[in-house]
Antibody, heavy 115, light 112 residues
Framework: QVQLQQSGAELAKPGSSVKISCKAS????????ISWIKQTTGQGLEYIGY????????NYNEKFKGKATLTVDKSSSTAFMQLSSLTPDDSAVYYC????????WGQGVMVTVSS | DVVMTQTPVSLSLAIGQPASISCKSS???????????LSWILQRPGQSPKRLIY???KLDSGVPDRFSGSGSETEFTLKISRVEAEDLGVYYC?????????FGSGTKLEIK
């Protein structure tokens, strides 16, 4: 069955970076894009962008340009998202999901930014 | 960005009652390819979201047929014919016609 297994929770200091992973299984990895979504209590669900898992091409929500960097490792069927220059506003649960019309979702990664 | 407005904010219903959730978009969701990319997801407590419906009215595999979606252009509705205990959680509509995808603010369904 389709699974997206994300890495564990992160506690990071302001100004630092984190890189979270999303390992896909149960389907041909390069047949679907991977989308990334941010969830906070205050802002709800926000779409960060997507990566073409075959070509590595990306498209970012303007709001997250410069904040998120999406990459992919086809050899391990894993997508990555790096968040840089972290501030407390980046504290959230981050999900990866399969496709441009997100169908299957990962379990989410809680990122906490605190000094 | 397209704004998705959901109502009501919350619902408290007994098992067996019908439910209806409205979702309105700030602009038409009809894509240039003729399709309407409006979906509904359910997030149960402590879980990641699960897609229920896509392209306005198509049920995802395994989704009970008590769920239905309808609407066009800017107004859409999710209906549950008879609420069951497993239906509790937060329902979100979202659109993928215009980039970036945008989500409604959610409707929390509680079971009385």
């Amino acid at each position: 069955q389709v699974q997206l297994q994300q890495s564990g929770a992160e506690l990071a200091k302001p100004g630092s970076s984190v890189k979270i992973s999303c390992k896909a299984s149960g389907y041909t990895f390069t047949s679907y894009y991977i989308s990334w979504i941010k969830q906070t209590t205050g802002q709800g669900l926000e779409y960060i962008g997507y990566i073409n898992t075959g070509s590595g091409g990306t498209n970012y929500n303007e709001k997250f340009k410069g904040k998120a960097t999406l990459t992919v490792d086809k050899s391990s069927s894993t997508a990555f998202m790096q968040l840089s220059s972290l501030t407390p506003d980046d504290s959230a649960v981050y999900y990866c999901a399969r496709g441009l019309l997100p169908h299957y979702w990962g379990q989410g990664v809680m990122v906490t930014v605190s000094s | 960005d397209v704004v998705m407005t959901q109502t009501p904010v919350s619902l408290s219903l007994a098992i067996g009652q019908p439910a209806s959730i409205s979702c309105k978009s700030s602009q038409s969701l009809v894509h240039s390819d003729g399709k309407t990319y409006l979906s509904w997801i359910l997030q149960r407590p402590g879980q990641s979201p699960k897609r229920l419906i896509y392209l306005v009215s198509k049920l995802d595999s395994g989704v009970p047929d008590r769920f239905s979606g309808s609407g066009s252009e800017t107004e859409f509705t999710l209906k549950i014919s008879r609420v069951e205990a497993e239906d509790l959680g937060v329902y979100y509509c979202w659109q993928a016609t215009h980039f970036p995808l945008t989500f409604g603010s959610g409707t929390k369904l509680e079971i009385k």
